[in-house]
C-alpha cells in the first residue's frame, strides 16, 4: 500500500494509550476483499485484552470529564484536522481493506471526520435548564453529565465514519470508549487511533481493541458495570442479543441495525432525476448499506419508462477494484454475502421475477466476489426480495396503483431505517412522509446521510439517533437539582 505516511498503517491494538499485541499472541488476517490478497496480521485480543481497556476507560473517564468543554474541543478538532490532512492514506486504507471505490472511501473519510468537526462544536453548549419550582421556596435546575465508559462495537461496511460517529459525540460530552471494529476491517479503525494519539487524547479516553471472537466481546462488555452505555451498529440479529445481555447491568443502549428501505417513485416525478436519485441510494458501496433502497416501487402509468431508464443506466455503473479510476461499483465484502446475493436472485427469478440486467457474478480474472449490478422487474411481495435486507448491487422494481397502496406495501416490514420518495404533489409529499414508519425519509434525493441530520431508526430497526444537535443526547444524563428554602 503506498501510503504517504506508513505509520497509519498499525497491526496492534491501542488501549491505554499504548499499541499491544495480544498477550497469547494471536493474529487474525485481513485480506483485501477484490483480489483476496493478504494484508495484514493484526493482534487478536480477547477478553483480557477488552478488560483491560474498559478498566483504563473507567480510569480516563474521571479526567477527561472534568476537562472544559473547550480542551476537549480543541483536542477533536485537531482530530478531525488531521482526518482532513491525511485523508487520501485513510481512504487508500479504507478501499484496501473493505473494497469500495477510492471516491466512495474519501467521501466516507470526509463524512466521518465532520462529525469530530460538528460535535467538536457542539461540545460547548451541552445546555441545561432552569424549572419555575412548584413552591415559591423551590428553585429547579437541570445539568448534563456524561454518561461515562462507552463501548462501541462497528460494522465492516463503514469503517471509519460508523467509529466517528459514535465516538465524536461520546468525546465531546465527557464519555472515554472502548471500541471494537469489525474483525474484516480493522486497519481503518487503527489508522484512526493513531490519529487519535497524535490529537492530544490523553491515555484511555480512546481504546480498539481488535478482535476476532465478537461474541467474548460483547458479552465482556455488556457484562461490565463499569461500561454504562453500548452503541451499536450492525446486524438486527446480533442487535438483540446485545439488547439482552446489557439487560443485567440496565445499560443505556443505541441500535443502528438493518433496513428494508422503500424507494417509490410517483407519477408526478421527475422520472431523470429519480433514476438518479435510486442508483445513488441502491448502488452506494455495492448496496451494502443499511440505508440503501431495497425494494422499489413504481407507479403503473411510468413503470416500463422508468425500468428501461433505469436498466439503462444501471448498466452504465462500472465494476472493478475500487482501486481503478472510474469503478463505481467494488466487491462485496466476502463470499458469504455474494451467495446469499445469488440465493434471493435466483428466489425470485424461479417466482417469475424478470431480469433486466445483471443477475450473476462478474467474470472478473481476479475479482470473484464481484457481482454484477441487477435490475428485477416483475416482482412480487412472496419473494425475498421484498422480505430480506439485499445488501447487495440488486434492485427489485415493485409496480403500484396508488398511494393506500404502495403505504401499505412500504410499511409492510418489521424495519424502519430509510425511506425515499419522489413526487411533486405538496400535500401528497406532506401525507407520504408523514404515513411512511420509518425514522428517516428522502424526498426527492436518494443520499440523506450527514453530520447535521439525525439518523437512525425505528421498530427493528433500532433506536437512538446519530449526528445532528439529537446525536449528543445518548452520550448524557439529566441530572436534575431541586433547591429548597429560598425564603
Ligand atoms: P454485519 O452483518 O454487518 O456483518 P454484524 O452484526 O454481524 O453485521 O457485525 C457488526 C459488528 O458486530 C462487527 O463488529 C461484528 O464483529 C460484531 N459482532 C458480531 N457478532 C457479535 C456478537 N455476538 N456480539 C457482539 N458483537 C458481535
Known amino acids: 500500500m503506498d501510503l504517504k505516511r506508513t505509520d497509519l498503517f498499525r497491526t496492534k491494538s491501542y488501549i491505554n494509550g499504548t499499541w499491544i499485541e495480544a498477550k497469547n499472541k494471536n493474529t487474525l488476517a485481513v485480506n483485501n476483499p477484490y483480489n483476496g490478497a493478504h494484508l495484514a496480521d493484526v493482534s487478536d485480543c480477547g477478553v483480557n485484552e477488552v478488560t483491560e481497556a474498559i478498566d483504563a476507560a473507567s480510569d480516563a473517564f474521571e479526567i477527561w470529564k472534568k476537562y472544559s468543554a473547550g480542551k476537549r474541543a480543541k483536542i477533536l478538532k485537531k482530530w478531525h484536522q488531521l482526518q482532513m490532512q491525511h485523508a487520501e ?48 421556596s423551590i428553585r429547579i435546575v437541570t445539568i448534563k453529565q456524561p454518561v461515562g465508559v462507552v463501548a462501541a462495537i462497528t460494522p465492516w461496511n463503514f469503517p471509519s465514519a460508523m467509529i466517528t460517529r459514535k465516538v465524536a459525540p461520546a468525546l465531546a460530552a465527557g464519555c472515554t470508549v472502548v471500541i471494537k471494529p469489525s474483525e474484516l476491517t480493522p486497519l481503518s479503525a487503527l489508522a484512526l487511533g493513531v490519529l487519535a494519539e497524535e490529537a492530544g487524547f490523553p491515555p ?143 428466489d425470485a427469478t424461479s417466482k417469475g421475477a424478470k431480469l433486466m440486467s445483471g443477475g450473476r457474478r462478474h467474470e472478473a480474472k481476479d475479482g470473484t466476489l464481484l457481482y454484477e449490478p441487477t435490475v428485477l422487474c416483475d416482482v412480487n411481495t412472496d419473494m425475498d426480495v421484498f422480505k430480506k435486507e439485499i445488501f447487495g448491487p440488486v434492485a427489485p422494481v415493485f409496480k403500484f396503483s396508488t398511494e393506500e397502496e404502495v403505504i401499505a406495501l412500504a410499511n409492510n416490514t418489521e424495519y424502519g431505517l430509510a425511506s425515499y420518495f419522489y413526487g411533486r404533489d405538496y400535500a401528497r409529499i406532506w401525507r407520504v412522509a408523514e404515513a411512511l414508519e420509518y425514522g428517516m425519509v428522502g424526498i426527492n434525493t436518494g443520499m440523506i446521510s450527514t453530520a447535521v441530520a439525525p439518523f437512525g431508526g425505528i421498530k427493528q430497526s433500532g433506536f437512538g439517533r446519530e449526528g445532528s444537535k439529537y446525536g449528543m443526547d445518548d452520550y448524557l444524563e439529566i441530572k436534575y437539582m431541586c433547591w429548597g428554602g429560598v425564603k
Not at 460538528?118 to 445546555?127: D, N, S
Not at 447491568?249 to 428494508?260: A, M
Request: charge should be negative; proline fraction near 3%; hydrophobic fraction near 40%.
Open 204 to 346: 484511555g479516553v480512546i481504546n480498539i481493541v481488535v478482535s476476532s471472537d465478537a461474541p467474548a466481546i460483547g458479552e465482556t462488555m455488556c457484562a461490565s458495570p463499569k461500561v454504562r452505555k453500548l452503541s451499536f451498529t450492525g446486524s438486527t440479529r446480533v442487535g438483540k442479543i446485545l439488547l439482552k445481555q446489557s439487560a443485567d447491568t440496565v445499560k443505556k443502549v443505541s441500535l443502528e441495525l438493518g433496513g428494508n428501505a422503500p424507494f417509490i417513485v410517483f407519477d408526478d416525478a421527475d422520472i431523470d432525476e429519480a433514476v438518479k436519485g435510486a442508483i445513488a441510494s441502491k448502488f452506494r458501496n455495492a448496496g451494502q448499506t443499511c440505508v440503501c433502497s431495497n425494494r422499489l416501487f413504481v407507479q403503473d402509468s411510468i413503470y416500463d419508462e422508468f425500468v428501461q431508464k433505469y436498466t439503462e443506466a444501471v448498466k452504465q455503473q462500472s465494476i472493478g477494484s475500487g482501486l481503478d479510476a472510474g469503478t463505481v461499483i467494488g466487491p462485496m465484502i466476502e463470499e458469504k454475502a455474494v451467495q446469499f446475493v445469488e440465493s434471493v436472485v435466483a
Open 89 to 136: 492514506d485513510l481512504a487508500l486504507i479504507l478501499t484496501t481493506e473493505q473494497g469500495k471505490p477510492l471516491a466512495e472511501a474519501l467521501g466516507e473519510i470526509k463524512y466521518g471526520a465532520s462529525f469530530v468537526e460538528w460535535f467538536a462544536e457542539e461540545a460547548r453548549r451541552i445546555y441545561g435548564d432552569t424549572i419555575p419550582g412548584h413552591a415559591s
